[in-house]
């Protein structure tokens, strides 16, 4: 099994910067592609930004030239920065990997998710 913990996410005022992290642990062989997701109320989960092992990085529109992630293939972390806040920005944010691990004495490929950090940001 593979847990990840976010932390990071808060209150800001619009303009403002935060950093989220994600921290993967287990007993992991490896970590193909880790990303942010975000939910707003009411709508939708989607992707935020994604990075593969290799440093490949991949954004939606609306975040882009704003927040950058970065990972550490070491460590097992993902951070998101995210610079020039606005209220659309609220949400709650969601780490997800998809990892390699040993389960249950099986080698499985899986998706794994983080139980969410709240990112609220007022005007």
């Known amino acids: 099994q593979v847990q990840l913990v976010e932390s990071g996410g808060g209150l800001m005022q619009a303009g403002g910067s935060l950093r989220l992290s994600c921290a993967a642990s287990?007993?992991?062989?490896?970590?193909?592609?880790m990303g942010w997701y975000r939910q707003a109320p009411g709508k939708q989960r989607e992707l935020v930004a994604s990075?593969?092992?290799?440093?490949?990085?991949n954004y939606d529109s609306s975040v882009e030239g704003r927040f950058t992630i970065s990972r550490d293939n070491v460590k097992n972390t993902v951070h998101l920065q995210m610079n020039s806040l606005s209220p659309e920005d609220t949400a709650v944010y969601y780490c997800?990997?998809?990892?390699?691990?040993?389960?249950?004495?099986?080698?499985?490929?899986?998706?794994?998710w983080g139980q969410g950090t709240q990112v609220i940001v007022s005007s």
């Open positions: 997800n990997a998809d990892a390699t691990a040993w389960v249950v004495g099986l080698l499985k490929k899986s998706a794994y």
């Open positions: 287990g007993r992991i062989v490896s970590i193909n592609t």
């Open positions: 990075i593969t092992s290799g440093g490949s990085t």
